[in-house]
């Protein structure tokens, strides 16, 4: 298998983008929408069947106030203007994190959002809303404390399958490939038990500055590479044959 069948994405570098042109972050959160859009038209073209975006982490939330204001309305105007076109080619728009600190409107659009799309089968969205790795990891084990303290659990039947069932993204095959934008060579708390065996990837291409030319390099590079899952290559090649 050469094409990854999930990608997640940090898009790293809108603000940078801005400061070198001596304008406000927020314009190059706005640049970095036009990106966006780039992105899902390549996973489309390429028939990659997910992609994850990073949007917002729960620490973004620390942001100066005012710049947190502008990504939600930001955000929000997405939301209203995006979403009938993604219906359109078949992509399914899901949203993880806390959605609860968003306003009431915002979490009213992703919830329509998601209504009307969820029929959708040519491209998986999944957005990262205010959401963390860690976060994500403690919700998972109190979901797994409820079912045992109810009941329906046994901790000795807590294993991994178990977890990975109670993360975000459970119904999807993990990551395949990881791409971060902006330099950064890091993860940032995205997806922390998601990406255990997942290729990273990373470019000093800032996001709004994103091409296809730069994601048809990092899958080249994927393409390339042995994922062998604690495997011998031997053995490794052996089990993608046979699948």
Known sequence: MTTPRHLAVIMDGNGRWAA??????????RAGARAVNLCIDFCLERGIAALTL????????GRPEEEVGAL????????????????????????????ERFNAQIRERMQ???????????????????????????????????????????????DEAAFASRVALADLPPPDLFIRTG???????????????????????????LDAATLARALDDFARRE????????QAAALETSE
Request: hydrophobic share 45%; charged share 30%; net charge positive.
């Open 112 to 158: 329509a959002a998601e209504a009307q799309t969820a029929g959708n089968t040519r491209l998986a969205l999944n957005i990262a809303a205010s959401y963390g790795g860690r976060q994500d990891i403690a919700a998972a084990a109190r979901a797994l404390a409820r079912d045992v303290a109810e009941g329906r659990l046994k901790p000795e039947d807590i």
């Open 72 to 99: 939600m309305k930001l955000f929000l105007n997405a939301l209203e203007r995006e979403v009938v076109e993604l219906h359109r080619r078949g992509v399914r728009v899901r949203f993880i994190g806390e959605r």
């Open 227 to 234: 994922r062998r899952f604690g495997l011998t290559g031997e």
């Open 183 to 209: 330099g950064d060579m890091r993860i940032s708390n995205f997806l922390l038990w998601q990406l255990a065996y997942t290729e990273l990837w990373f470019t000093d291409t800032l996001w709004p500055e």
């Open 20 to 29: 070198r042109r001596r304008r406000p972050r927020i314009i190059g959160h």
């Open 54 to 61: 990073f949007a917002f982490s729960s620490e973004n939330w």
